[in-house]
């Protein structure tokens, strides 16, 4: 889940990061009135959960309540990604002496976390490490003992940082460290953290995504949810216990497991044919939620076949061969539908499906290219 | 031979007691496993339908203690689980078997440094399990019934697509050593390289059959890993060429971030090993049964 800037703002100052103050508004009036509590020049900045603000038209500079409003009215105009902005975030521009770049990730490799820290900040880090990968520095922090004193400082020194800097430093990053596990982030990252004009450390930006798996704990972190970051199919399946994603393509795909699904998108690509969906109806599925499952795919305009791809495991395929059977009377849509079952009670499928007037095929390739067929 | 189980593996169940435990564990027996102990906090002495000679107790040490269980199977909620991985380790057990979804990163950060240095081989969390067909044992809920005893090591990121796989390889008339699911999680405690080391090593398995998919650079590595050290033939399919970037794939850890975990850049990196890649699971399936005719 990916949080706002002004909420992660809150939880960085929270840690002792130091932020600058800010206000949110959501119409021009409210970001001139909020401005006026600032000195002149302010920022406005898009709050939006898209990256790549910056180049979209999203930040902006205002010397006045005209220029603020007018800025304001203009970003709250845009789309950015696909996401329509809806807030603004507002706060005093900083003299910037330099842009550095702070962020805290997981080490898939290492097992760890890692704090990543580099002097080319307030551009995409991602290029920086395509590019340069040497201009991004490096330590891995134990979740538990979090990041020792010497460990910020050395990195604080190899940014260039002197004196009270280096000071400042170190809190920043033991705090970004300490909020990166107090809240079970993802990612926490500070781009950029800038060198004001008389020398002091300032975030000025912050970006929080939160580790799905352990919102659960994080009820605090759930009420930040932004309603928007899914889509209302994408919702819709969330609360049935489904994982859907949509995709620009012509084919619904309902698949048990995730490596399945994505490998059954591929071999339909393979076959010539575009997935219109990503779906996991997971372990266990029932009538109800293959049912739910068929309505999100069908729900999409573009589906013009759907491909039905159960290898049971856990799950039986003859609940699924009925959960099947049972949602296509339900639904009544003629849409051409091919259907692959295999694994525990395959027989039993199979019977079931043929009893229903439903062709079955028996592997995942000679399914793909039939349904791909279909959707010509 | 075979790697990781064995005729020898005496399993313990935790959570044997709930509906998915109880299950699988009679499934388990039915392929042959020795299911010698259920471990559910407060219900020692509850008898489990079909299983009513395998004692269920409170603790992994005292199943240790009672039955000389050496493996473990985890069948317990994700806010649970991490602690369930703690409690194996402490007990010394060479194998544990993590089946759980949804466990937090940070638990995962936690345990591994006392997962490892307890020695125990963890597989998982979000796995499917391990199967040994020619020893009739298996640990997971992977159907028995699409195995057959053979020759070739499986590994896999995902639990259906590995399933899918191993049916090809039995179809083919090509049976398996070990099929081992290593989990679709970020943080795993076994990963392709540790599996491939172990197949290298045994003496049964002629060949592999690994399963990727976007997310990570665990793919990458073993293909440095099979260029370097590897004898024996490896193909390969590598789910998610058609995932957008950016967006989670059902498993926690399959996600595309920038230009790194792209399917692309693993089946190259593989390639470039030497590996021959599927453009389908079959394929892959398929690729390796011809290199061992």
């Known amino acids: 889940m990916k949080v706002h800037e002004c909420d992660a703002r809150e939880i960085f100052r929270r840690h002792g990061l130091p932020v600058p103050d800010w206000r949110v508004a959501s119409t021009a009036d409210e970001a001139a009135q909020a401005a006026s509590a600032f000195e002149w020049p302010v920022v406005i900045k898009a709050q939006v959960l898209a990256g790549g603000r910056g180049k979209a038209g999203g930040v902006k500079l205002a010397d006045s309540p005209a220029e603020a409003a007018a800025a304001a009215t203009q970003i709250l105009g845009l789309n950015i990604g696909s996401e329509p902005v809806r807030r603004v975030l507002v706060a005093p521009a900083v003299d910037i002496a330099r842009e550095l770049y702070l962020g805290v990730v997981i080490d898939r490799t290492a097992q760890t976390l890692v704090l990543m820290a580099s002097a080319e900040g307030g551009v995409d880090i991602e290029d920086v490490a395509a590019t340069d990968p040497s201009a991004i520095l490096r330590v891995n922090a134990d979740p538990l003992a979090g990041l020792a004193d010497w460990e910020a400082r050395q990195l604080g020194f190899a940014l260039g940082l002197t004196g009270a800097q280096v000071r400042q430093f170190v809190g920043i990053a033991q705090g970004l460290v ?7 982030a993802s990612l926490a990252e500070v781009n950029p953290l800038v060198v004001d004009d008389d020398g002091n450390l300032q975030a000025i930006d912050a970006k929080l995504n939160i580790d799905d798996n352990a919102l659960g704990r994080q009820p605090d972190i759930e009420q930040l949810r932004d309603p928007h970051e899914e889509s209302a199919a994408e919702r819709r399946a969330r609360a049935a216990g489904l994982s859907y994603i949509k995709l620009d393509g012509t084919i ?4 048990n497991g995730a490596g399945l699904a994505m490998a059954t998108m591929d071999v339909i690509k393979h076959y010539g044919g575009e997935p219109a969906n990503f779906l996991d109806v997971g372990g266990g599925a029932g009538v109800e939620k293959i049912t739910t499952a068929f309505e999100l795919i069908l729900e999409d305009p573009n589906v013009r076949a759907v491909l039905v791809n159960i290898f049971a495991g856990i799950t039986r395929a003859d609940d699924v061969a009925a959960g099947v059977i049972a949602a296509r ?7 051409p539908l091919v259907v692959r079952v295999a694994g525990t009670r395959e027989a039993e499928a199979l019977a079931l499906l043929e009893e ?9 390739d000679s399914a793909a290219a039939l349904v791909v067929e279909a959707a010509r | 031979m075979s790697i990781l189980l064995d005729a020898s593996t005496r399993l313990l169940v935790q959570g044997m007691t709930g509906s998915q435990g109880s299950f699988h564990s009679r499934l388990m027996r039915e392929a042959g496993t020795q299911v010698v102990a259920g471990v559910t906090p407060g219900r020692a002495g509850a008898s489990v339908a079909g299983l009513e000679d395998v004692p269920v107790v409170n603790t992994v040490a005292e199943a240790v203690e009672a039955t000389n269980a050496n493996a473990a199977c985890i069948f317990v909620p ?3 689980a991490a602690d369930a991985i703690l409690e194996d380790a402490a007990a010394g057990l060479d194998v544990i078997v993590c089946l759980t979804e949804g466990i937090p990163v940070l638990d995962m950060l936690r345990v591994m440094p006392r997962v490892r240095a307890s020695g125990a081989h963890l597989i998982g969390p979000n ?9 009739g044992v298996k640990v997971g809920v992977m159907p028995w019934a699409v195995h057959s005893p053979g020759h070739v090591g499986v590994v896999s990121r995902s639990g259906t697509l590995t399933y899918e796989v191993v049916q090809h390889l039995t179809d083919l008339g090509t049976g398996q050593t070990t099929t081992v699911g290593i989990g679709g999680d970020p943080i795993i405690g076994t990963r ?4 491939l080391s172990m197949f290298e090593a045994d003496p049964v398995t002629h060949g592999v059959v690994l399963l990727g998919e976007i997310g990570g650079d665990d793919e990458e590595r073993a293909a440095t890993y099979i260029q370097e050290r590897m004898t024996k033939p490896v193909t390969a399919f590598i789910a998610g060429k058609t995932a957008p970037p950016e967006r989670r794939m059902g498993h926690a850890g399959a996600i595309v971030s920038g230009t790194s975990g792209s399917a692309t850049a693993k089946e190259s990196a593989l390639r470039a090993a030497g590996v021959l890649v599927g453009e389908t699971p079959e394929h892959a399936a398929r690729l390796l049964v011809d290199r061992l005719r």
């Open chain 1, 329 to 335: 009377e339900r639904l009544a849509q003629e849409v």
């Open chain 1, 252 to 255: 619904g795909c309902m698949v």
């Open chain 2, 192 to 195: 392709f390289i540790d599996v």
């Open chain 1, 356 to 364: 229903a007037g439903i062709g079955a095929e028996r592997s995942m």
């Open chain 1, 178 to 184: 300490e909020a990166f596990v107090d809240v079970d």
């Open chain 2, 78 to 80: 994700a806010a649970f």
């Open chain 2, 127 to 135: 796995c499917p399990g391990v199967t040994t067909p020619g020893d």
